[in-house]
Each structure stands twice: as C-alpha cells, then as structure tokens.
C-alpha cells in the first residue's frame, strides 16, 4: 500500500492533507492548532469547555442524540478532544459516506448553540470529568512533574480541564469570544486518510463548506523552561515506586533535527533492551520498562521509567545509571542497527495498513513541522543512520541536566548521588 499524501491550501488559509488509501473507511481530523497550553490561568479549562459545547447541539442537530444517530446511520462515529496544544474534532466513517462527515462537523463548528441551559448542565459533567481525572494515580504522577520541572501548578485542578472556580465562572459569552479569537483558517488542518474518489472535487466542496471560518493569525503561547530538579511525589495509596529519568533533548525539534531523533532512538532501543535483562531478567526487580515522553515540542524531555518496590529504589536507579554508562561505552553495534531495521518492516506495514495512524501522523508533522508526513523520508533517514551517528548524537545527553522523579510510598535517598557513583 502506497503512502501519498497531498497537502493544499484554501483560499482562506485552511490546510488540507489528503491522504488516498485502498480501504473502504475514512478517517478524518479537523484540527486546530491551539490548545489548553495556550490559555492564562484565568481561563485554564476554557479550551476543553467549548470542545464540549461544539458537540451539544445546532439548530440542525439541536440534540447530542440527534447527532449520533445521525452519523450513526451514515455507518460513523466521531469524538472530539482537548490538549495542550490541539483542539481536534474527529471521525471514521464508510468511505461513501465521507462528505457527510466533514459537512457534519463543518456544521458544528459553525453553528453550535453553546444554549445556556445546555452550559449549565455541562458544568456538572465536566466537574465530574475533573473529579474523576484528579482520583488517577498518572494525572498526579503528571501534575507534580509539571510543578517540579516548568513550576506550572493549578490549583485544585489540572491544565486540560481547568480548575472548579474556572469551569464554574465561564460564561457564554466568553466561551464565543474565546472560540473566535483561537480557531481561525489560519490554524485549522483538515486531514482525511482512507478512500478518497475525487481529489479535486472533495477540495472543490472544503472550500465551499469551510470559507465561513476567520481568517486572522493566531499565536501559539507556552514556552515551558525545563529546570533540573530530584523529587519525590508522595503516594502512600500506591504500592510501587515509579522512576523517571527524564533528559532535555540538546537540540530543538525542528525537521532539520529529525535525523538526530533517529539516532538517539536507536540508543534508547539498545538502553532499553540492556534495562528489560538487568532489572528484570537478571535481577526480577521490576514487571517492565520503558521511556517517559514528557513535556512538549518546546521543551521536549525523555528518559528511562520503570517501577519497583520502594525497598528496590535505589537499587534500581544504580543498576539503570551502570547499564546506560555500558551502553555509552560499547555503543551500539552492527548487529543491533541490522535487528532495529529489520523489526521496523513490520511497524511500517502496521502504519501503510492503518488510515487512523496515517491520519495521526500527518496531524502531528503539521502541527510540528506544518508538512504533511514523508513517510519514506523518515524510513530512508532511519536505514542511513550508522553506529558512529548514535553515539555521536547521544553524547552529552545521558550526562546531562537530569532529573529523577519518583512517585510512591516515602522514599528516602539521594538519587542523584547515587546515579554518578554509578554512571561510569
């Protein structure tokens, strides 16, 4: 299956990625690049308020059940979602029906009521959405890395959702005005991945449909500054320490930089293989292991995770710092790169096969790099990449700025301590 997308432009500055597949469904995703990140504190959760709103109700579909039912009988589904820097309305739908979709959702984002009676009543549901996040042990874990590494806190909240006081203050009218000044033409992609019959008629009938949005710029707002720092998240209702390493990457996440990524992924492949035999295989300290992603395309940070016994701490940050110093040492090999290559094959075709992946993956290289995917430049990148380029562009990072984070039962050690004794 051929990976082909097509990026275009309206005349109002919308960005369209086309993406045509021999599949009988289409994913879509209408996008805009503006998010939960880009709100001052007093309107933290406002973003996700008018995501709900946008799926309440027009004077079309005035009910949520008349929408459902609606695309339902098309053979669809849709959702929506808020994050920090996204605000997304989404879709799968049999491929004949495709239009019926992207014309549904161009009614929503045009037309919806934001009813009073209809904001009240979700002031209850999106508290209770709140309430339930707050109870979820990685919505903490999350809250308190944000705290220590960027000093970013909400009280009794959370960035996406908001706070009570916030999601109980909002009114229409700043709902609207908030709507307007953060979604314009200017930061809106609309991506369809699956099977599309008429490239030329399908972008003849988005112009058409979509020349009612704005057309002013809108600017992307949060800059978080990573600081170092170790801590320790006091969680006496879980039974397990969770460690995170986390790293600054050393460059910016530019297309320019994508093939240093490459190569760092390549060591964290071998880190993480040498981690999986020594935490668990060799010493059964630990169920499993992986990386932590956190931060954001502005201050992007990752680095080993895992979690054990609070007993097995120590232990177990000594043991991750000895296998990443083994790792920077003997580097990885010949025989490594050839088994990552090869492992690939399957992930691509899992890609070409999947339209909501396809569709994900364009939404996010926009939102990066504003391009759509070149998905046999990056396979082309990653089979160029050499052992001496891993290690090259490794170095400097896993001795770096590091900070250690634990979440868990009390915890008493110095951990930046004793990853130097154990790093070399």
């Avoid at 880009?38 to 008018?50: A, S």
């Avoid at 229409?172 to 992609?189: T, V």
């Avoid at 169920?287 to 016994?309: K, L, M, V, W």
């Amino acid at each position: 299956m051929k990976f082909e997308p097509t990026l275009h432009k309206l005349s109002n500055g919308v960005t369209v990625i086309l993406d045509p597949m021999d599949v009988a469904t289409d994913e879509v995703c209408i996008c805009f690049r503006t998010g939960a990140g880009d709100e001052e504190p007093h309107e933290y959760g406002i973003t996700h308020f008018c995501e709900h709103m946008f799926c309440k109700g027009t004077p079309r579909f005035p009910t949520v059940r008349a929408g459902k039912d609606y695309i339902a009988d098309n053979g669809g589904s849709f959702n929506a979602s808020t994050s920090l820097d996204y605000l997304k309305f989404v879709g799968r739908i049999v491929s004949e029906n495709l239009w019926v979709l992207l014309d549904f959702w161009a009614d929503r984002i045009q037309n919806s009521l934001f009813d009073t009676n209809m904001i009240e009543n979700e002031r209850g549901v999106i508290l209770d959405e709140l309430r339930r996040s707050l109870s979820k042990n990685g919505v903490k874990q999350t809250m308190f890395v944000e705290k220590k590494l960027y000093d970013i806190e909400v009280p009794n909240g959370e960035m996406t959702l908001g706070n009570p006081e916030n999601i109980k203050s909002f009114t229409r009218e700043q709902m609207l005005e908030f709507a307007s000044r953060r979604m314009s033409s200017k930061n809106c992609l609309i991506c369809v991945s699956g099977k599309i019959e008429d490239k030329n008629e399908l972008l003849k009938k988005l112009e058409d449909r979509f020349n009612f949005l704005p057309t002013h710029n809108v600017e992307k707002k949060r800059r978080w500054q990573y600081r170092a720092c170790t801590a320790h998240n006091l969680m006496p209702e879980i039974k397990n320490d969770v460690i995170e390493i986390l790293f600054p990457c050393l460059w910016p996440a530019t297309l320019e930089n994508k093939y240093q990524d490459t190569c760092v992924s390549k060591f964290e492949q071998k880190l993480r293989e040498t981690m999986y035999d020594v935490l668990r295989s060799d010493n059964g300290l630990v169920y499993g292991c992986g990386f932590s992603n956190r931060g954001d395309i502005f201050s992007p940070i990752c680095g080993p995770y895992t979690e054990t016994a609070p007993e097995n701490v120590a232990r177990v940050v000594a043991l991750i710092a000895k296998a990443a110093h083994d790792v920077y040492v003997s580097g990885v090999t010949e025989d490594d790169l050839r088994k990552y290559k090869n492992l690939s094959k399957l992930s691509r075709a899992n890609f070409l096969e999947n339209n909501y992946e396809r569709c994900r993956r364009n939404v996010l290289d926009w939102g990066y790099f504003n391009i759509a995917h070149d998905f046999y430049r990056d396979c082309e990148m990653a089979d160029s990449v050499t052992c001496d380029d891993v290690m090259k562009y490794t170095r400097g990072i896993y001795d770096g700025p590091m900070s250690i984070i634990t979440h868990g039962p009390k915890f008493d050690g110095d951990l930046q301590q004793i990853w130097k004794d154990n790093f070399k």
